[in-house]
Every structure is written in structure tokens, then in C-alpha cells.
């Protein structure tokens, strides 16, 4: 077990690392479109690739859900908005921002779902909230120069991300690991090729450090972390998982420090924990509840 457990956390902090190279990235002159359209379309080849070699090599046919490839537009939308906050704040903050997901995902599912929360999840939302104002440093946003656009940008990411989760959840459930994530990866690709179709298609970036910033990211945003996930999550549970996926947030702001020498304080990583502390303490509820109805349901 303990084996499935070091490859989900490989696979989250693949996820973690990505704002702070892309933002090296826009330090070499490249635009997020640019950023996101090629990180998206080698993915999609990739992953194609991938789920077109194991069909023939099991013999078996495509399975096509072009519900998931809409769905994808939220992803793309998500990847797009995130890149770009990156290129307006720190990527310590703009990581920090998306993982409102958690609590954005509770409140989708009370609105669209009627799904009323409880205490625990109501008590998590609210420390979350409080460990993102000190995570990110917002309680001094006067003398911080943060970009209010790229706040917002970021947290609309974090509402497209929480619909791409919801979509992914109800939709093609019956559809392969790969083809399923090849299929949104394609939705993700056209969007993102929509929105700035004019500015890409009149690009003077689009040459080979392009093409290798676009396959690396494609490689640790795109490819590795599904195959880790898909690995190692019905080994060891949803629960420990979403445990593990915490990760993303102390691996980004590790490698933002790091890598772009972002300063980091105190008062952010007692938000950090807060953040992370919360986020756990729900999953675990939401485990042992479920653990309890389980029970409940094989006496009866």
C-alpha cells in the first residue's frame, strides 16, 4: 500500500510545480494563450496516443463520450484563467486561491444539487477562507502591489475547476481512463483556441522552446498525473487520496520559493497549514460518515 500512496502523492506534486515553470516561461517572452493552447494540444496527442495503442493493443473499440469532451471546455477555461493570474501574481498566491475549490464544490453542490451542508463542512469553508487571507498574504494587500485582476482571474479558475470536478463526477464514468481524459483534454484544446484564436493565429512565438515548454508541462500536468491517480487512488481509497491531493498547495508554494525566489513568511505557512489542516479534517469526516452508512447498510 504504501507504494500506491507515494505514486498519488507524485502525481499531485506534478500538479503543484506547474505555475512556477510556466511562469519561467513567460519570462522568456511567451504569452499564457500560447502556454496553455500547446500544453493542451500535446497532451490531447499524447493521450491519444496512449488510449489509440492500448485499444489496439487489447483489441477493443473507442469508446467516444463527447459529453466529456464539452466538459473539457471547463477545464480548458480553468487551465487558461489560472495561467494567466499566474502572469499577475505571485504563483504562491495563485495556487493558494485555487484551492477554494473546496468549499466552492460544497456550495455548488447546496445550489445545483440541494445538497445542504452540515457543520463540519460549513466549520471547514470558513477556517479555509481564514487560512487563504494568511496564505496569501491579503491581509497587507495595500503594501503588496497584488493585482486585483489577477485575484479575480484566480478564483475564477478555481469556480471553473470546482464545475470541471462536478462534470467529471456525474459524466463517463464508463469510459477508459485515457479516452476519457484524451476527450477532455480535446474540448480543453479547442477552447482555449477559441478564446484567443486571433492572438495565436498571429503568434511570432510559435517556435521550438514553445513546443518544449508546451510538452513539458503536458507531461507533468497533463499525462503523468492521471496515470498516478488512476494507479494508485483504488488501491489505497478516495479518502487517503484526497488526503494526498493536498500536496498541490505546499508543493507549489515550495517550488515558487524555490524556483522564482517568492518570499514566503510565517504568517503564510500558519495558512497554509490552517488551509490544509481544514481540508483534511473534512475529508476524514466525510470518510468515516460514509464508513458509518456502509455499516449501517450491511446490518440491514
Not at 498525473?225 to 488512476?230: S, Y
Request: net charge positive.
Amino acid at each position: 500500500m504504501n507504494k500506491y500512496i507515494i505514486i498519488v502523492a507524485l502525481g499531485a506534486l506534478s500538479f503543484g510545480m506547474l505555475s512556477s515553470f510556466a511562469k519561467i516561461a513567460y519570462g522568456e517572452g511567451y504569452s499564457p494563450a500560447e502556454i496553455t493552447l500547446t500544453q493542451a494540444l500535446a497532451g490531447t496527442l499524447i493521450l491519444w496516443s496512449i488510449a489509440i495503442f492500448r485499444k489496439i493493443k487489447n483489441g477493443h473499440k473507442l469508446v467516444l463520450n463527447w459529453k466529456l469532451f464539452l466538459a473539457g471546455i471547463t477545464m480548458g477555461s480553468s487551465a487558461y484563467t489560472y495561467y494567466l493570474s499566474v502572469a499577475y501574481i505571485p504563483a504562491s498566491l495563485a495556487i493558494v486561491l485555487l484551492m477554494q475549490i473546496t468549499w466552492l464544490s460544497i456550495l455548488v453542490d447546496w445550489i445545483f444539487f440541494k445538497k445542504k451542508p452540515n457543520t463540519v463542512e460549513v466549520g471547514s469553508a470558513l477556517f479555509i477562507i481564514l487560512g487563504t487571507i494568511l496564505a496569501g498574504n491579503l491581509l497587507d494587500l495595500s503594501n503588496a502591489h497584488i493585482s486585483f485582476t489577477g485575484i479575480a482571474l484566480s478564483l475564477l479558475s478555481a469556480l471553473l475547476y470546482t464545475l470541471y470536478i462536478v462534470f467529471t463526477s456525474k459524466i463517463g464514468k464508463e469510459t477508459p481512463m485515457f479516452e476519457k481524459s484524451a476527450l477532455m483534454t480535446s474540448g480543453s484544446a479547442m477552447i482555449i483556441f477559441l478564446i484567443n484564436c486571433e492572438a495565436i493565429t498571429t503568434s511570432t512565438h510559435l517556435d521550438f522552446g514553445l513546443l518544449q515548454w508546451g510538452t513539458f508541462l503536458a507531461i507533468f500536468g497533463t499525462v503523468i498525473p492521471p496515470i498516478c491517480f488512476t494507479v494508485g487512488m483504488p488501491k489505497i481509497g478516495s479518502s487517503l487520496s484526497s488526503v494526498l491531493l493536498t500536496l498541490e498547495l505546499p508543493a507549489a508554494v515550495f517550488c515558487a520559493h524555490i524556483i522564482l525566489g517568492e518570499k514566503v513568511t510565517f504568517l503564510q505557512i500558519v495558512g497554509i497549514a490552517i488551509m490544509l489542516g481544514s481540508i483534511v479534517y473534512l475529508n476524514v469526516s466525510k470518510a468515516k460518515k460514509e464508513k458509518i452508512i456502509q455499516n449501517k447498510t450491511a446490518v440491514c
